[in-house]
């Protein structure tokens, strides 16, 4: 059965539901922002300050309130999903947009008119913050990235892993069971893998090879016979042998280990840790670094198809393969670009990322130490968060807490109802950095303003800095993002005026 909730009814659900999500976000604006504990039903309760996080956990027993809430998370999670921040500022803005529109319409105004009032001055707000755009410093990035982790040691980390290969996708984080954290870079084409047995470990955990052959093989490794003609050589010139397929025969696999153990030929044979078109895509990267040719037929294999690379080295479930930089694979780098252009798909994208890091730049990997799990997690989301604001922050920067949306709130016409609405909004994330900080905000804005947006208070020091030199500082998207998304969800509550729901 149906259940029609509408006029006054629906709004105090939407204004209730306002207060459960943004009432409990807004509470970690800022670096001096609070904590929430969640408890989780698949995992260990933990600790955080990530907004689209805490927006996530929130549900209500109340249908109504729950829809609604589906709703109004929409906004932090686009927000985080474009540009990976700014959740939390997003949330602040939708609810200081919808309480004060509210008020509005109560004189009778129209929802819709209001609604296009508020897309104009939308426009005008993102015009000016455009103006107020620059183009970061290596000191900007890293300021940004100690301000996302709100943590010096967890910002450094993402400064200088994001600074020396580039790419967030090529920045893998590790946990580790340590209070230190540590970072390395690897100089080549890495991918998980499964060996075909144990055995091709022998005593060591870790397989170094010098100039091997490498075998691709888009299919089944079935028996020596489809490399009897590579033995000899192999035996002859005492050279390696690494086959990458896509399976094994597991009697294949037995003829290899026996062959290994009773000669000093050194074959490895594994497949690659993936799935679908990521596989054949992997083995194409690895054809042309090593000039080897995708066998599609066990019994089809010639020594035309063999290629040889460097260095080949694998670590249990790893491997990584050194080559240096040719006209062919800086040939096929720029064609991995041109197609990485073209990918929507968020998790196609990624992998196109990636690919092209460890064709220029390398990877780099972050051990994540913390003494327990609870702050663990907590740590990690903090270092994502900084990874995905640097990741946005080279398309300009802006002067951060809240101080461009202050600037442009003073700009805007207060004689205009859709400027005030907009005015009062704009002001909201420094108040309530300032209030999550226990300072008073009418003194410090005076201050601002009356010296031209020239001097900015940083909370994280209890200082005043020089606004050319201040550390406090956003990435342009973040902000932009959080404005288009926090307007769109306010305008669509706003001008909606029932709700039909499953009893």
Known sequence: MKKIVSGKDLQEKILESINILCGTVKETLGPKGNNILIDHSNFSPFITNDGVTIAKNIESDDEVIG???????????????VVGDGTTTTLVLLESLYIQS?????????????KKELDKVLNIILKELETLKRKPSNVDLKNIALISANDEELGFLAYQATRKVKSKEAIIIKDISSNKSSISYLKGYSFDVTLASPYFLRESNILKYKN???????????????????????????????????NFEESAVQELVSLTLTTNINICLL???????????????????????????????????????????????????????????????????????????????????????????????????????????????????????????????????????????????????????????????????????????????????????????????????????????????????????????????ITTTSLIINE
């Open 212 to 246: 091997p052959y490498v075998l691709l093989m888009n299919t089944t490794f079935v028996s020596l016979e489809s490399i009897s003609f590579l033995l000899n050589d192999i035996l002859a010139n005492k050279q390696d042998l690494v086959i990458v397929a896509n």
């Open 271 to 493: 497949k690659i840790e993936d799935y679908g078109i990521h596989v054949y895509e992997t083995l194409k990267d690895i054809e042309c670094i090593t000039g080897a040719k995708i066998v599609e037929f066990d019994n089809d294999i010639t020594s035309k198809d063999i290629g040889i690379v460097d260095n080949i080295e694998i670590n249990n479930d790893k491997i990584t393969i050194s080559f240096k930089a040719t006209k062919k694979i800086k040939n096929y780098l720029e064609n991995l670009i041109k197609q990485a252009k073209n990918m929507t798909n968020d998790l196609e994208k990624d992998f196109y990322e990636k690919r092209k890091a460890m064709f220029s730049n390398g990877t780099a990997e972050i051990k994540l130490g913390a003494p327990t799990k609870t702050e663990g997690i907590e740590k990690r989301m903090r270092l994502e968060d900084a990874l995905c604001a640097l990741s946005v922050a080279n398309q300009g920067v802006v002067t951060g807490g809240g101080i461009s949306l202050l600037q442009i709130a003073n700009m805007l016409d207060s004689n205009n109802y859709a400027c005030e609405i907009w005015k009062n909004a704009l002001k909201n994330p420094l108040e309530l950095i300032l209030k999550n900080a226990g300072l008073d905000y009418l003194d410090i804005e005076e201050k601002i303003k009356k010296e031209n947006y020239k001097s900015i208070f940083n909370v994280a020091l209890d200082k005043w800095e020089n606004i050319s030199e201040t550390q406090v500082i956003d990435p342009y998207l973040v902000i932009q993002e959080a404005l288009i998304n926090a307007v769109s969800i306010a305008s669509m509550l």
């Open 67 to 81: 829809t609604i809430l589906e709703i109004i998370k929409e906004a932090s999670i686009k927000t985080n999903d």
């Open 102 to 114: 509210l008020e509005y319409l109560k004189n009778g105004k129209s929802p819709i008119l209001l």
